[in-house]
């Protein structure tokens, strides 16, 4: 029964971290940028701040969802660990 009750506990954490990194990735504001026509022969002056969509928050956001998603596939694995393995009496038949 303890373990059942961490079990959830873990997965739980796991849809916390996973929810608050998509939403994060999602409402995380960025530009992108704009250049346009100069007319006249300006120069042009080339400045890529703000034309990166990984801001730092979606890294954060990135980083969130990811480590949910591992902590699913641990529990997942652990859950699938613990069962027992057949025996060679039951793979024979012999219970």
Not at 71 to 82: C, E, M, N, T
Request: charged share 10%; glycine share 16%.
């Amino acid at each position: 029964m303890r373990g059942r009750i961490g079990l959830r506990v873990v997965l739980g954490a796991a849809a916390v971290l996973v929810v608050t990194g998509v939403a994060v990735v999602l409402f995380a504001p960025f530009s992108t940028g704009w250049f346009s026509y100069t007319a006249g022969g300006g120069s042009v002056s080339f400045d890529f701040h703000g034309m990166y969509p990984l801001t730092p928050e979606r890294a954060v956001g990135f980083a969130c969802a990811i480590a949910g998603l591992l902590l699913v596939a641990g529990a997942l694995g652990w859950v699938l660990g613990r069962r027992s393995a057949p025996t060679a009496s039951r793979q024979l038949g012999n219970e």
